[in-house]
C-alpha cells in the first residue's frame, strides 16, 4: 500500500464516489463473468459480474494543469509530479456493489474498485454511513489470507470515506480471491463487526475495467 498515491488523487475520489453512489440506483444488463470480454473499447454504461457492476462514463481528458503544469499539493510539501501526456484521458469506469451492515440492515456500505493517478493505481474505495465510522478509523480488508488496513480519510455529513491504493505487486491478490471480507469496529461499540463480500465475478469485472480504462 502507498499513502503517497492517495494524497494528490483524493479529491477525484471524492468525485468518484457521488458518480458512483447515482450510479448504483440504475439496473444493468447482466453478464456471465466469463463474458468481460464481450464489451467493445468504447463501451459506456453498466454491465453485471456476478454481484458486482461495472459503471463506465464517457473519457474526459484531464484538466489542463496550472503554473508550470507540474502538480503537487495545496501546501507545497507533496514531491511534484509531470503532468500526463497529451491527449491523456481519466479512468472512466469503476466497479462496485452495495452492501447492508448485519447490526442494521438499513445502514449501506458502498465497496468501490477504481483506478486513480496516472498511472492507473488501483484503489479500493469503502464508503460508510457517518454513524458507523470516524476519521482515523482503520477498517480490514480481507481476500484470502492476506488482510489490508485502509483507513478512513474523509468525513462528510452523509457519509464516511475509507480510501487505500493497491501496489500493482498486490492487484493479483485481489483478481484472484476466491474470499473477500470487510471488518470495522463501530463508533460506540465495543464489538467488531465482519462483513462477507462476494467474491464471485470480480476478478472479471477488475480485467474489464483495467482494459476500458487504458
Known sequence: MRNTLIGGAL?????????????????????????????????????????????????????????????????????????????????RCIVGLVLHNPKNPEDEIRVTFRHIGFRRVLALVLRFPPDDVTNGDVIKARFDQSEWPIPVRSCARQFCLAIQSIKFADAPTVEKAKTFSIAFQPSGSENAVQIPVPAAGLGDALQAMRRLNH
Open 11 to 91: 479529491a477525484i475520489v471524492l468525485v468518484a464516489a457521488l458518480f458512483a453512489a447515482a450510479s448504483y440506483g440504475r439496473r444493468p444488463a447482466e453478464m456471465p463473468a466469463s463474458a468481460s470480454g464481450a464489451l467493445t473499447d468504447d463501451f459506456i454504461g453498466q454491465q453485471k459480474f456476478g454481484a458486482w457492476k461495472l459503471v463506465c462514463n464517457a473519457a474526459q481528458e484531464f484538466p489542463r494543469p496550472p503554473s508550470d503544469g507540474r502538480t503537487g499539493n495545496s501546501e507545497g510539501t507533496a514531491p511534484k509530479e509531470a503532468p500526463p501526456p497529451p491527449g491523456w484521458k481519466m479512468p
